[in-house]
């Protein structure tokens, strides 16, 4: 009786999913690279690992559910790796709380102004400046879009400011990795609601050639 296998070619993202704690991340977050980095006394390379994927690095290193630890291969043998402690350690070094972030160290400048022909300056709406809606709006910037953040409430953020209590995040983090956003050339307008304040009709209108 014949028989048929499944036979897989390894290549480099073949490679990549073997390393669990970094497909489990939502973002893709190389977590093993930044806790080497971390183990080798390179901090502020282990931040800058960190943070490029994502914006809220200051945010998860204090929140985030970490499933990374959840598929950490060490924990087959004792425990898993404390990652998101590892990443709040950076953070508080050179991360938005630290008090000497600087974008330029994450993302170069010859960088940033490559990928920004991408957008060459289209103007791009985003509704809901919650997590996704700012995450959205950081990478929409760096690629040269003008990003326009339409928020309900009074207040940016969404579930971070809204559903966080502060003791658990304090507004202030909460802020500054906002705050970096908008440095990209980013704009929030509060108490601006779908369907009662503006229609999609009218950000059309206005020139906006996506939302």
């Known amino acids: 009786m014949s028989r048929t296998y499944h036979v897989v070619l390894p290549d480099v993202e073949y490679f990549e999913r ?4 970094r497909t489990g991340c939502p973002v893709q977050t190389d977590a093993g690279g930044y806790v080497q980095a971390i183990a080798e006394g390179r901090h502020e390379d282990a931040y800058i690992i960190a943070r490029r994927p994502n914006p809220f690095a200051s945010i998860c290193g204090r929140v985030c559910a970490a499933p990374c630890e959840a598929k950490c291969r060490r924990k087959d043998i004792d425990a898993a790796v404390a990652i998101r402690a ?116 009218s950000l059309k209108q206005d020139g906006f050639e996506a939302i």
Do not use: W
């Open 18 to 21: 073997q390393v669990l704690c």
């Open 86 to 201: 590892l990443k709040r350690f950076v953070c508080e070094q050179h991360g938005v709380d630290s008090g000497h972030f600087d974008l330029d160290t994450v993302y170069p400048t010859a960088q940033r102004i490559e990928r920004a022909k991408l957008g060459n300056g289209r103007r791009v709406a985003v509704v809901g400046a919650g997590p996704a809606g700012l995450g959205c709006a950081h990478d929409l910037a760096l690629m040269g879009f003008k990003v326009t953040v339409f928020e309900a409430q009074s207040m940016a953020g969404g579930m971070l400011t809204l559903g966080i209590p502060q003791y658990r995040l304090p507004r202030e983090i909460i802020q500054a990795e906002i705050q970096a956003i908008v440095d990209l050339g980013v704009e929030i307008k509060l108490n601006s609601r779908l369907g009662r304040d503006f229609s999609l009709a």
